[in-house]
Each structure stands twice: as C-alpha cells, then as structure tokens.
C-alpha cells in the first residue's frame, strides 16, 4: 500500500504547449514575429497574428484527417510559418517532426518513413529535394509547400527547368520530363496560404496529458541509423521555463531574438518556445545565414541575442572585422552543439564587448543541459575564462562523470569521465517506444562526452569519446589541440584527429584552414600549441586545407575526416617526442 499523503490544493493544469501560444496572443498580441524571405526582403507579423494563423492551420490539418499522434513533418528553414508549424501540431495533439533538409537522401528516406510522417511542410526551394524523395515515402499522404498559389507554381516551373540545366539538350529534354512526372506524382502536392485561407481564426486547443508526445528529432546518425528523440509537452514547457532564466539565456520581453540554430537543429534550442513564454521579438533568418546576410539582419532588426553553432559566429565575426563594427543592438550571443574556441569567445567579448553563453547539450537533452555564466562571487580571472568551458548543470539537470568501471570520479577540474546526464528534459528511449533497449545505465543517460567537473560544478567537455586520441594508453582532447591552434591568429578553423600509429596505437593529425591572406607554417602552429599543450600532445603532422568538411548541423565532421585520412601514413611513423621527452613534459 502506498503511503498516504495530502493532495495540494492548486489547480492542476498540465504543461502544454498551446498553453504558451494562448499566453504569447494575450499578453504579447503586438509584439512582432519578422521573417527573412529568399529574396532577402523581410514580412512582418505578430504573435496575435500568429496565434490566428495556428489556430487556422490546426483547422486544416483536422479537415487533411490528421489526428492525435499523427506525425507531420516540417523540412523548412526558420519561418513565421515555420513557428505556426510548431504551435499547431503539437497544440492540436499530432506530432511535429522537424527533419533537416541537408542530411543525405537516404537519411532523409529513412527518418520519414521511420517517423512514418503522413504530411510534410516544406520550403518551395527544397521542391527539387522532395520531388527526388517522395516515391520512397509511402506514408506521405500530403506535401505543403510554405509559400502561396503563385508562389508554387513558380517553384514548380523552376524545379522543372533547373532539372535541365547543364545537361545537352537531349539529356536535358528527358530530365525535365522525367522532373515534371515526379512533381505530377507528388500526393496531393498544396500551398500553404490557400490551405488555411478559409479556416476560423481561433481553436479550441485540447487538454492533453503534459506527458503526450510532442515533438520529435533525429539525431544525426554519425553511427548506425539516426535515433528519433521523442519530446514530451512536459519536457518541452520545462526546459523552455528553466532556459530563459537569468543564468542561462536571460531572455525577457525586452529582447530581440534571432535563432541562427534552425529549427530543424533541436527545436532551435527551444528558442520557439521560450522566445512565446517572454513574447520577445523574433526574428527568423530563413535560409540565407552567411555571416554578411546575419549581419545585415541582426542590424537592421536591433537583434539583442543571436544563438548557434561556432561555425556561424566565426563567418559573422569575419563579417563584424570587415565592417568594424558589431550589429548595432547585439548585446549577447549564445554559442553551442561544438565546443566555443577560446579565440573566437575572446574576439566577442574583447573586440566587440559582447557577451559569450557557452552552452552544453544534444539532442537527447532537448537540447540546452549545462551553460557557463559567472556568480557574483566568481573571481574575475575565472569569470573572464568561463565561457571556455560548458558551465554548470540547468535546474533541473543533473551531471555526473563516472570512470570506465561506473565509479563517480572526482570533481577537481582536471580528472575525467564518461559524462551522464538525468533530468526532467533528458530522453529516457528512442523512438518508437520498445524497439530497443533503453540506454540508460542506472538511470543515467550516457552522453557519450568525456568531461572534467570543477569543486563549483562546472563541466568542461574534453572531447567527444570517438574523438578523443589514444596515445600510449592515455587521452589527448581532440578540443583542447584545436583550441590551441585557434590562438594563433593565422588560423581560422582547425581539426585535430587519431591516426593510427605502430607504436603509440593514435596520434594527432592537425588539418588548419589559414585565415584568408594569413602565411602561417606548420613550425608556426607548432610553435603556438608548445606553450599551451604537453609536448607528447604535439600533433605528429600538420597539413593545411582549403576548407574542413561539415555536418548537416554545421560541426566539424570527424568522422569524414578520418575517412578521409584513413590511409594517411606519418612521414615518420617513428613518434617524434620519445618517452624521456614525455617523461619530462610530465615532469617526471
Ligand atoms: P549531432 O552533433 O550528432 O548532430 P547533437 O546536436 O545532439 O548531435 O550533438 C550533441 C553533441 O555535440 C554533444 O554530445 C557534444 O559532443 C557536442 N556539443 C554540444 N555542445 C557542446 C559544447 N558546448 N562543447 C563541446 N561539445 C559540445
């Protein structure tokens, strides 16, 4: 028998997400949401206006037959209509399926039918990618392209003519054809203007469970198949709630926000949701996110925070040295899902005076988990350099690192672990419920991150554990090499990885990308990283590349540089720093 207890006497009204849209059209209704089109010209509405628009396409999606549990899938840059996407399914109890259009066709081909979406919303210049798919999508019964009538059809007529480009007449002629019988094809291929043109402007939003399903992301699937992480409306209210809290993002209704991080990319890091609960001004960039084209947004809209990945901040800080000056209300950026080189933090901070949030997280912790922001009491030389590190776990989170034989391992900043996270965001399975084991290990969600925790709490990610290079039984951070690297201002980008070695298993292999003009040498990065890494970290080679491969979510990616290095011999496969220099860098 359970022990009995005295029930609170509060309302219980559960955590939902139409519950923020309701919030955001009463207290917020004037308060804009601008759109960045792909001609660059900029449309403008509000969260009343948006609210209106939801509700009219929650109408829309009932009369298409999609009911509670139904996935729908958005392959969409950051909209207005994309945001009204992300209020009305999940509002109207269906699932919205965010899937990222740069991943490769055969991972898209497995996400849709996996997610067995029935309807996809997608932005008219991704027509060709669709048209491509849709024949391998049987459980797509409804393609909307966001755009209006005209607007479509011109997609329509370009897809059709693009499809003949550069090809002699003849190939041409047949791959029009060809084109033009796949869009033909299409199942009940609309627009999304006249879909919700005579739809009521208002929805009676029903009271689902807090624990009902909500929205749901593939991870990105660097190993085996993407996993599908199921977001609850519970865990999306939650991490939204705790995430514009004055230590993490401080987001109020006196900010502007502009979500870099698509929406695509774990929810935008939530910033849809938490950007209704503050009713901020948002301003959503669309395709178009080179550093020259963020600037000029972020400038013209008085943007007050900017959120994504370091490859974003680095080609819009090129952008702010060119022009000499910085966007001209940006107080803060939010960096995230790659590790903020210290260079490019200090760059912010010291050239521009704006302040840096680094922050830790992934898909399965919805995304934000842990963010460095200074206390009162943090004394200044540590203050200056927290943001090099990932920071202290939300409210909400718990952190943990625990050696190879699950044993808690000691936070003095230095010893690291195998990083578990738990917390009210954090998945528990993959999707669909039952496929496969859980992952946890004793409740905790292993995140596949090696860290280093501080006597204060605060986490610094060392690397990724596929990342990390063994070398003679110990561990060089792939990172903290780059880091390093990254001070030399010569260096735009770099990525250290392992390599096998006869006698030491791995050692680094150092591919920088010089900055545009810059002359630096291989004896010139040595150089730099000797000050600031122990001499048998030195990497044993150092090759400069034209450009680094990406990911569909903007990181370095690892594993197509180990590939593509994979038959990559040291000129001297002899280590070049013997054990009595390792010894003595030790000082042993
Ligand atoms: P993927 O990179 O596979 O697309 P995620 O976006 O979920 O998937 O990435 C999560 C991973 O990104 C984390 O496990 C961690 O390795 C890395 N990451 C995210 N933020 C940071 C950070 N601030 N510093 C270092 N690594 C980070």
């Known amino acids: 028998m359970s022990t009995p207890f005295i029930r609170g006497q509060m309302m219980e009204q559960p955590l939902l997400i139409s519950s923020i849209l309701t919030h955001a059209s009463q207290a917020h209704a004037t308060t804009e949401v601008v759109s960045s089109t792909a001609t660059g010209a900029v449309v403008r509405s509000t969260w ?41 399914v999940p ?19 497995y996400i849709v039918n996996d997610a067995a979406d029935q309807a996809v919303f997608f932005d008219p210049a991704l027509l060709p990618l669709v048209a491509s798919l849709a024949a391998d999508l049987p459980t ?7 755009c209006n009538a005209g607007e479509l059809a011109a997609a329509v007529s370009e897809a059709t003519a ?62 085996g198949n993407p996993k599908g992480v199921l977001y609850s409306h519970r865990s999306t209210l939650m991490h939204s709630l705790v995430s514009i809290a004055p230590d993490v993002l401080n987001l109020s209704a006196r900010d502007t926000v502009l979500p870099v991080v698509p929406m695509f990319h774990v929810n935008a890091w939530g910033l849809p949701f938490s950007g209704g609960i503050v009713g901020c001004k948002m301003v959503m960039p669309g395709a178009r996110l080179d550093g020259d084209s963020v600037f000029d947004l972020l400038d013209s809209e008085a943007v007050t925070i900017s959120v994504g990945v370091p490859t974003v901040w680095l080609s819009l800080l090129q952008t702010m040295r060119a022009r000499g000056r910085k966007p001209s209300a940006l107080k803060r950026l939010m960096v995230g899902g790659a590790a903020c080189p210290p260079a490019l933090s200090d760059a912010y901070v010291n050239e521009f ?49 625990f050696d190879q034989a699950g044993q808690p391992v000691v936070h003095d900043g230095r010893s690291t672990g195998n990083l578990m996270v738990r917390g009210h965001w954090v998945a528990d399975s993959y999707f669909p419920a ?17 860290a280093n925790i501080d006597h204060e709490g605060i986490v610094q990610i060392t690397d990724r554990s596929k990342d990390v290079i063994k070398s003679g039984g110990e561990w060089i951070s792939s990172i903290d090499l780059e880091n390093a ?16 070695h006869p006698k030491w298993d791995e050692r680094p292999l150092l591919l920088v990308v010089r900055r545009e003009g810059a002359q630096v040498t291989r004896e010139q990065v040595l150089d730099v990283l000797s000050g600031k890494v122990a001499r048998w970290w030195l990497p044993n080679d150092v090759i400069f590349v ?3 491969p990406h990911t569909a979510t903007g990181k370095i990616s690892k594993l197509t540089l180990r590939q593509e290095y994979r038959d990559y011999r040291f000129a001297d496969v002899e280590p070049i720093v013997t054990h009595a220099a390792r010894a003595t860098a030790a000082g042993q």
């Open 162 to 223: 693009a499809a003949g480009k550069a090809l002699a007449p003849d190939d041409a002629a047949a791959a029009q054809a060809t084109m033009a019988r796949r869009l033909a094809a299409l199942p009940d291929l609309r627009d999304y203007e006249s879909l919700l043109q005579t739809q009521p402007t208002t929805f009676a939003w029903p009271e689902l469970p807090e624990t009902a399903a909500a929205a749901l992301c593939y991870t990105s699937g660097t190993t």
């Open 546 to 548: 034209q450009s680094l």
């Open 485 to 500: 690297a990254l001070a030399h201002p010569g260096v735009a980008e770099a990525a250290a990885i392992g390599l096998p």
């Open 48 to 88: 009343g206006q948006l609210a209106g628009r939801a509700a009219q396409l929650a109408h829309a999606l009932d009369a298409l037959g999609i009911k509670r549990e139904t996935r729908v899938g958005t392959l969409a840059w950051n909209s207005a209509r994309h945001l009204e996407l992300y209020y009305a």
């Open 434 to 450: 039952g496929r496969a084991q859980s992952p946890l290990v004793d409740g905790w969600f292993p995140t596949g991150d090696v």
């Open 353 to 401: 005076g704006i302040e840096v949030l680094h922050g830790w997280g992934m898909t399965e912790t919805s995304p934000i988990a842990a963010l460095a922001a200074p206390r009162n009491t943090t004394p200044a030389e540590v203050a200056a350099t927290l943001r090099y590190r990932q920071g202290r776990a939300l409210f909400g989170i718990r952190i943990e690192i």
């Open 140 to 146: 797509v019964r409804h393609w909307v392209a966001l």
């Open 91 to 109: 509002g109207m109890g269906a699932i919205l399926h965010t899937i990222n259009p740069r991943l490769f066709p055969e991972q898209l081909r």
